[in-house]
């Protein structure tokens, strides 16, 4: 079966976000990761959150940190958050499930137990299988949300989550929030395998910003060509 294709003009604008260490880690080896980046940059980044329409993690986020993904903003709508969820691991319990008939909360998915989805979706979430003949189609998810009016993804990862966005293309802009930190190597890295096997593939961005924000450094960087 042929990768579904998404017309370019009708494609959410998509924003990659990383808060990291200066070595680039996300956690620690044990998944401690509460809190490398300041006050600060939390506080800039809920402001990014509430310039999207919607707002993405994986799986292993919702698990691991079971966020309410909320803008805290005044004034400011919350975006629709969104899980990518191979495996249907998102919790019934979940912050995000439990607050679903108050923000809208969807799960894309792959395969998982009709009853957990069924449970999900008692709960307020909507589940939308999407699948290819490489497991969860990124494309067909996108191209749901684009049909239901989204316009801006914000995807807030993880590490496998972000490297699937950037395998497939699918983003426009990366926003890096890096603390003065080091976590040394057994931290866990801010993105996934990227299956490179020449230094001519590597993936090349072009830095539009670079400002403070407390002690953290906030990079912006887009698509290379």
């Not at 401690?32 to 919607?54: F, K, M, P, V």
């Not at 249907?88 to 809208?104: G, V």
Request: proline residues 4%; charged residues 25%.
């Amino acid at each position: 079966m042929p990768t579904r294709q998404i017309r370019p003009q009708t494609r959410p604008k998509i924003t990659l976000k990383l808060a990291t260490s200066l070595d680039g880690k996300i956690a620690l080896a044990n998944g401690e990761s509460q809190w490398i980046t300041s006050e600060a940059s939390r506080a800039h980044g809920r402001y990014l959150r509430a310039e999207n329409d919607a707002i993405a993690i994986g799986a292993n986020t919702a698990e691991l940190d079971n966020p309410r993904l909320t803008t805290r903003v005044l004034g400011q709508k919350d975006p629709i958050r969104v899980v990518f969820d191979s495996t249907l691991r998102l919790s019934p319990d979940s912050h995000l499930a439990a607050t679903a008939n108050e923000t809208p909360t969807w799960v894309f998915t792959r395969n998982g137990s009709e009853d957990k989805a069924e449970a999900l979706r008692q709960a307020g979430v909507v589940v939308h299988p999407v699948t290819d003949k490489n497991g969860l189609s990124l494309e067909e998810a996108v191209d749901k949300l684009a049909e239901s009016g989204v316009r801006s993804l914000l995807i807030e990862g993880g590490g496998t989550l972000i490297a699937s966005f950037i395998r497939a293309g699918l983003y426009d802009t990366l926003h890096w929030y890096r603390a003065p930190v080091l976590l040394g190597g057994d931290g866990r890295d801010c993105i996934g395998a990227l299956s490179l096997t020449k230094i001519g593939h590597a993936v090349r961005l072009h830095r539009m910003k670079s400002t403070e924000v407390g002690q953290d450094l906030h990079e912006i960087y887009v698509k290379g060509d």
